[in-house]
Nanobody, 112 residues
Framework: QVQLVESGGGLVQPGGSLRLSCAVS????????MGWYRQAPGKQRELVAV???????SYADSVKGRFTISRDNAKNTVDLQMNSLKLEDTAVYYC??????WGQGTQVTVSS
C-alpha cells in the first residue's frame, strides 16, 4: 500500500517561512514526478510546484521566487520550502505523486 505522509504545516506570520515535507512509503517506483497542490477555503485545488525525477521544476506564478521544491530520490521524499509567506498562501497543502497518489493534506495558515 502506497502512502504519502506530509509534515511541517502550521501557523506563521506574513513574511515568515515554513518547510513542508512529504515521505512516500510502500511499493512504488520513484521515477514519477512529485509535487505540491493547495486548496484554500471555497477555491479549487491548484498546483503549487512540481519536480520531475530529473529534478526539473515548475512553479505557479503566484509562488515563483518565494517557494522552492526539492526531492531526494534515494529517500523518496519531496520538500517545499516556503519563504516570504503571504496571507493568500493560507490553504491545505497536499503532496502529490505522478502515479496518482495524494497525501492527507497539511494546513498552512499565514496570519498576523
Amino acid at each position: 500500500q502506497v502512502q504519502l505522509v506530509e509534515s511541517g504545516g502550521g501557523l506563521v506570520q506574513p513574511g515568515g517561512s515554513l518547510r513542508l515535507s512529504c515521505a512516500v512509503s510502500g511499493s512504488i517506483n520513484n521515477i514519477y514526478a512529485m509535487g505540491w497542490y493547495r486548496q484554500a477555503p471555497g477555491k479549487q485545488r491548484e498546483l503549487v510546484a512540481v519536480i520531475t525525477w530529473a529534478k526539473t521544476t515548475s512553479y505557479a506564478d503566484s509562488v515563483k521566487g518565494r517557494f522552492t521544491i526539492s526531492r531526494d530520490n534515494a529517500k523518496n521524499t519531496v520538500d517545499l520550502q516556503m519563504n516570504s509567506l503571504k496571507l493568500e498562501d493560507t490553504a491545505v497543502y497536499y503532496c502529490w505523486n505522478g502515479a496518482g497518489y495524494w497525501g492527507q493534506g497539511t494546513q498552512v495558515t499565514v496570519s498576523s
